[in-house]
């Protein structure tokens, strides 16, 4: 199948290295600590954060620093697959596990000894890129806690299909079986913190192909910081400031 046209078209009608449209909302569900819808094109995700707050299970708390837990799950009517997904799933579970720990990276867990911050993130829609969807509304809802990070974790994915080097790849593309890049950042600090590959790839297209991953977090990183001077600006003029 060609998913790069003669002309240089996507199937989506977007060149190999364009985005999809962007879009965030903070503050969504109003008895969270903070929380975020995150779209990119057709993905959609909500995110929701509770703390820092006593810990639970008095086994699980640490002295030195805050014990950060995320639960990551699918809306039965994200996909067009209509089998019920099973709470606890291999993917899921992974897929959690990845989010905590790249979400960990940026929190400065030190400053809130003995106290547990809890991250919720569920897919409402899917069409590739969740991955990176999930790890972006997940900072924007930090955020709106005041949970302090040291940076804010943004995240993207490319592919390479037809020869060709593609960013943040749709489900169609993600789909297709060729090699996809998913990566974070801290943009401000410049480390990745989170890397994953689906496929093999030379090293000398790997280096290109998570070179446009790592564009695309930085694309993501002015947005999320634009998303929230916006929202700041908004809190002032309710408040009269």
């Given at each position: 199948m060609e998913y790069v046209t003669p002309e240089g078209f996507r199937l989506d009608g977007r060149r190999p290295m364009e985005m999809r449209q962007l879009r965030a909302?903070?503050?969504?569900?109003?008895?969270?600590?903070?929380?975020?819808?995150?779209?990119?094109?057709?993905?959609?995700?909500?995110?929701?954060?509770?703390?820092?707050?006593?810990?639970?299970?008095?086994?699980?708390?640490?002295?030195?620093?805050?014990?950060?837990?995320?639960?990551?799950?699918?809306?039965?009517?994200?996909?067009?697959?209509?089998?019920?997904?099973?709470?606890?799933?291999?993917?899921?579970?992974?897929?959690?596990?990845?989010?905590?720990?790249?979400?960990?990276?940026?929190?400065?867990?030190?400053?809130?000894?003995?106290?547990?911050?809890?991250?919720?993130?569920?897919?409402?829609?899917?069409?590739?890129?969740?991955?990176?969807?999930?790890?972006?509304?997940?900072?924007?809802?930090?955020?709106?806690?005041?949970?302090?990070?040291?940076?804010?974790?943004?995240?993207?994915?490319?592919?390479?299909?037809?020869?060709?080097?593609?960013l943040d790849l749709n489900y169609v593309e993600d789909s297709a079986g060729g090699p996809d890049v998913t990566v974070g950042i801290l943009p401000k600090l410049d480390k990745v913190t989170l890397l994953q590959m689906d496929a093999k790839l030379p090293m000398n297209i790997l280096e290109n192909v998570m070179q446009l991953a790592t564009e695309g977090c930085k694309a993501v990183a002015n947005y999320i910081r634009e998303v929230l001077l916006n929202n700041t600006k908004q809190l002032e003029f309710r408040r009269g400031v």
């Open positions: 909302e903070i503050g969504v569900v109003s008895r969270a600590d903070g929380s975020a819808v995150f779209e990119m094109g057709n993905t959609k995700v909500i995110a929701a954060v509770y703390g820092p707050r006593e810990v639970k299970n008095r086994s699980e708390q640490l002295n030195d620093q805050a014990l950060v837990r995320c639960e990551y799950s699918m809306a039965n009517f994200s996909t067009g697959d209509r089998r019920r997904k099973h709470k606890g799933d291999r993917r899921s579970t992974e897929i959690s596990l990845v989010i905590r720990q790249t979400m960990e990276a940026c929190i400065l867990t030190h400053l809130m000894p003995r106290s547990q911050i809890d991250i919720f993130v569920q897919v409402l829609q899917a069409d590739g890129g969740t991955r990176s969807a999930c790890i972006n509304a997940a900072t924007l809802a930090l955020a709106d806690a005041g949970i302090p990070m040291s940076d804010l974790v943004t995240s993207c994915s490319a592919g390479y299909l037809n020869n060709t080097p593609l």
